[in-house]
């Protein structure tokens, strides 16, 4: 890759600009991507161990409906998280879309 940049004219910072930083892009969303789903589970792990008194976190809530058999609220909790899984990866795949789009490297039917 570097070598296609030399070989039009970009050195220095316009290489790293205009070549590998977009060569890079799609791989670091899904990085990005990738960390994020780690990094919800890995929080609401964290949060049904240590509870704290006072804490409003989802973790906390799940954890006092189901001490309180509340299933209403414990539903809605569950629901919560699930709309905020969604949205966080839809936002990301859409951001993955729009980079591969826009660099032509989408397949024939668009996905």
Sequence with gaps: MPRAGRNLDARGLN????????????????GLKQGWAF???SLMAGELIVVGISQTSLGAQLTYSRELSDSPWLISTM????VLGLVVDAAFGAADKAIRRRWGVLDQAGQ
Aim: hydrophobic share 65%; glycine share 0%; no cysteine.
């Design 15 to 30: 290489l790293y600009r205009y070549v590998i930083a977009p060569a890079a892009l799609p791989a670091i969303v899904a």
């Design 79 to 82: 629901i919560v998280i699930l």
């Design 39 to 41: 990094s919800s589970r």
